[in-house]
């Protein structure tokens, strides 16, 4: 566990930082409002290990939940995977037993490669964990494999930061025009003024908006 992990008092880690950040959303924007008004109160996340966070969150990229936590399964699962999902255990497998279990080539790669950047200096988690949210989202889309909406999750996931965007998440793009009535992509300025409501808390506004649709209250 890295040091960053410990620090919680102001990331998703936190329950009262999820509490000031909903209370701040209601105050500052009446449309998330009424969601964070109908959905259940949100749940510190608990400090994820790094290397599986991150191994899940590429595994999921482009497939449903479903078929990302078969994957995920399988790969966990495997003899040299145990007694844990470990960059050292995960240089153990052979590469067609992890495209056996539903993995791209794409993917395999990235996995591999990040499992032995790891083994090569353990302490790269360390390292990032005292970045401010640009510069974290920066050096993680230094890695290779790693996109903007990747770096973010992680950012969100591993790290707890409070107030990142994920943009190109598709659930959230759905979300913000159901409730505010225009075209994300096309309206960029309305996109842009409806985010800028949600600083420094705009983790926490992702979060009230994937429980809205997780829901079926979308």
Known sequence: MY????????????LKALNDGSAFLKT???????????????????PAPSFETLCKITIGQQLSGTVADRIYARIAALP??????????LLGVE?????????????TDFLVGFAKMLVENPNTFDELSDLDDSDLIKELMTIRGIGPWTAAIFSMSAYGRLNIFPHGDVTIQKCIERLY???FMTEKKDTDRIIARWVPYRSVAV????????EGKF
């Open 80 to 89: 040299d995977m145990q007694p844990g999902f470990d960059p050292n255990n």
């Open 28 to 46: 500052n924007d009446p449309v998330l409002a009424s969601v964070i008004n109908c959905t259940a109160p949100l749940k510190a996340r608990n």
């Open 95 to 107: 590469r067609n037993d992890l495209k056996n279990c539903g993995l791209s080539s794409q993917k």
């Open 207 to 214: 979060c009230h908006l994937w429980n809205w649709y997780d």
């Open 3 to 14: 040091r960053g992990l410990l620090e919680t008092e102001m990331t998703l880690f936190s």
């Open 181 to 183: 009535n225009f075209d």
